[in-house]
């Protein structure tokens, strides 16, 4: 077969217009693989991406998709790992909703047969965003207390798993009680609707002594709100802005309280410390493999189907990952 099926962007907007494609099979060039892609974990910044409104733009037509699942099928110049027929796991950050992609071999991850298609295409981003963020950028320690912010989406359930892992007291915060029984079910300790509920009040009404780690890839209003109810010396991880607006933050907030606001950006992170980057990676796996971490997949859908699966994240509705099964 020299020609493979792929969703592509045409033209800037809304994700119905994503059209289902036939192109050439690409070929890898020097130090690239050429990967049969199994499945890819769809998430919300595709959306943003597709719409012109992500830190990244690519060209135009591209393919949506910044994580996936597959095995190797052609190596380039210069490749002597991965070899073909390895399974790997990588993060293009876009381009993966089609049959083959081609990817420098460096950024492919062999990944162990005993962890399934749905989990592997989603373990990149949303797992390795929120160990980045609490370990390396909040230092979490165990007994510490971390709130969630949309807790039951794709980082927000990511944050419930890896918080217990390190040994955190979990506050789920989300806009549904149905959301948040999926957050009691990942294992959150404390539940908090913030659709019915003041953020504010209930978080301090969380934690005596205030709370550690907020985890907020919501923004909007949400952010201050749970500023406020940071403890001395507490962190505030700024993750996204899934609510469409960035907010602006009093700093006598944070010198009254001692606390601190780390930015968190994984796919910077994994280019300026590719060393720490493959240590967490290897760490995801390994958790994957153990069992400890078990991803809610939300729906498994094919890749005529891409369209109703960014509609589920962009239209607030996604309960975990959504994954395109190729
Ligand atoms: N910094 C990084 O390196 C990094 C890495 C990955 C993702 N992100 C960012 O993290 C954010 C979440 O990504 P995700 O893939 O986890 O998304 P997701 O699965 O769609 O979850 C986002 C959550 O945000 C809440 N939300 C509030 N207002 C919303 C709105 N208007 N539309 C959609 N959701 C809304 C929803 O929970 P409730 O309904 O309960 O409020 C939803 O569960 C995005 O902004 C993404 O770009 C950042």
Redesign the pocket.
């Known amino acids: 077969m020299d020609r493979m099926r792929a969703i592509e962007c045409q033209a800037l907007g809304a994700v119905d217009s994503l059209t289902l494609v036939e192109r050439p099979l690409p070929e890898p060039g020097s130090g690239e693989v050429r990967v049969r892609v199994t499945a890819v974990g769809l998430?919300?910044?595709d959306t943003?991406m597709i719409a012109g409104r992500y830190q990244v733009r690519p060209e135009l037509p591209f393919s949506p998709g910044g994580e996936f699942v597959g095995v190797v099928d052609a190596v380039g110049a210069g490749v002597s790992a991965p070899a073909p027929g390895t399974r790997v796991i990588a993060y293009p950050g876009y381009g993966a909703c089609r049959e083959a992609i081609v990817v420098p071999a460096s950024s492919a991850v062999a990944i162990p047969d005993g962890i399934a298609d749905e989990a592997a295409a989603g373990l990149l981003?949303?797992y390795g965003?929120t160990l980045h963020a609490l370990k390396d950028r909040a230092a979490m320690k165990p007994g510490e207390t971390l709130a969630i912010l949309?807790a039951?989406?794709?980082?927000?359930l990511a944050a419930i798993e890896i918080g217990k892992i390190m040994g955190a007291t979990v506050v789920a915060c989300?806009?549904s009680a149905e959301?948040l029984q999926l957050c009691a079910d990942q294992g959150a300790d404390t539940l908090i609707d913030y659709s019915k509920d003041d953020l504010k009040t209930a978080l301090k009404a969380a934690s005596e002594t205030g709370i550690d780690v907020v985890y907020d890839?919501?923004g909007g209003d949400m952010t201050e709100a749970a500023l406020r109810a940071l403890g001395w010396k507490g962190r505030l991880l700024v993750?996204?802005?899934?609510?469409?607006t960035i907010p602006k933050l009093p700093l006598n907030l944070t010198l009254v309280k001692g606390c601190s606001v780390h930015g968190?950006?994984?796919?910077r992170f994994m280019e300026e410390e590719p060393e720490a980057f493959a240590e967490n990676t290897r760490q995801l796996v390994a958790w994957c493999e153990e069992g400890r971490l078990k991803p809610h997949i939300n729906a498994v859908l094919p890749l005529e189907k891409t369209v109703d699966g960014l509609k589920l994240?962009a239209e607030?509705k996604?309960r975990g990952k959504v994954i395109i099964k190729i």
């Open positions: 998430n919300f910044f943003l981003i949303t965003t949309g039951s989406g794709g980082v927000g989300a806009s959301k890839p919501v993750i996204g802005f899934a609510s469409g968190v950006f994984w796919g994240l607030r996604a």
